[in-house]
C-alpha cells in the first residue's frame, strides 16, 4: 500500500475544500509513491514524533495540526519545526496534516468530542456548504438526560482528564443542549446561542467574552489540546476502514505543549 492511498482515504473522509483558506492541511512532507510501512498518529507533529515513527518502522506521521503554516526561509536547528523538517526528510517520513478539513467534516473532530460526551442526535451548527459537501465548523447535540451545571462541569471534567475547566456562572437551570467547537472555537459563542444552546464547550476563549452571557449559556473552556486529544483515534479508524493491514499507533511522545503548575 502507497503513502499516497493512506493520504487518500483521510481526504475522503475530509476533503481539503472543507479547510479554512489560512489553513495548511495536506501533505506537508514526503513522497507519496514510497509504500507504507505503518502511520504514526497525533495532534501535534514534532522531533519527538518523527523519532518514535523511525524507532518504530512507520514511515507516515499524521496530525490534526499542521507542522508548516508559513513557508520556511531556511532549514536548520534553529527551531522545532526546522528540526523536525530535517529528520522527516533524513528518514524519509511522509507527515500529512488533516486540520479545519477535519475539523468541518461530517464525523470529524467535533462529532468525536460529541461522542465521547455521549450526546444524542448530534449535527451541525454554523453549516456552511463547499461545493455540494455539506460542513460545518461546530455541532450541536443533546445529553441522554438534562443535568444541573455543576454535575455537567464534573462530567466534561472527568471526559476529557482535566481538574479545571474555565466557566462562567454555573446556570441555575438544567442544561440539555450542548454546543460544540473544539480548539479555538470562540468565534462560534453568539451562533451557540442563536441555537438555543444551555452550554458551549471550547478548548480556547478570550477573556472578555466570559462576561454577558451569566444564566443565558453555560461557558465550559477546557484547553485546547485537551478538547481535540482524540483526534488521533480518528484517524486510527478511517485508516483502519480503508487501508486494512496498515499498522497505526497513537504517538507516544505526543504530549500537550502546555504545563499547569
Known sequence: MKIKEVIDALERFAPL?????????GLQIGLTETEASGALLCLDVNEHVVDE????????????????????????DADDVQRTVTKAVK???????????????????????????QLENVDFFARKKVGDIEAGSGVTGF???????????????????????????PLQRDISKVAICGGAGDFLLQQAIAEGADAFITGEMHYHLYAGHEQQLQICV????????????????????????????????????????
Open 53 to 76: 515513527a523511525v524507532r518504530k518502522g512507520f514511515n507516515v506521521v499524521v496530525a490534526h495540526h499542521p507542522l508548516l503554516f508559513r513557508g520556511l526561509k531556511q532549514i536548520s
Open 17 to 25: 475544500p472543507l479547510q479554512e483558506d489560512w489553513d495548511n492541511a
Open 143 to 169: 445529553l441522554p438526560s438534562p443535568m444541573p451545571a455543576n454535575a455537567f462541569i464534573n462530567m466534561v471534567k472527568d471526559t476529557f482528564g482535566i481538574h479545571t475547566a474555565l466557566c462562567n456562572q
Open 222 to 261: 477546557i484547553g485546547h489540546y485537551q478538547s481535540e486529544q482524540f483526534t488521533a483515534e480518528l484517524f486510527r479508524d478511517i485508516i483502519a476502514k480503508d487501508c486494512p493491514g496498515l499498522k497505526t499507533e497513537l504517538a507516544e511522545t505526543a504530549r500537550n505543549p502546555i504545563y499547569y503548575l
Open 91 to 117: 528518514n524519509d517520513i511522509a507527515i500529512v496534516a488533516m486540520h479545519t478539513n477535519m475539523d468541518n467534516a461530517r464525523g470529524g473532530v467535533n462529532f468525536k468530542i460529541a461522542e465521547k460526551l
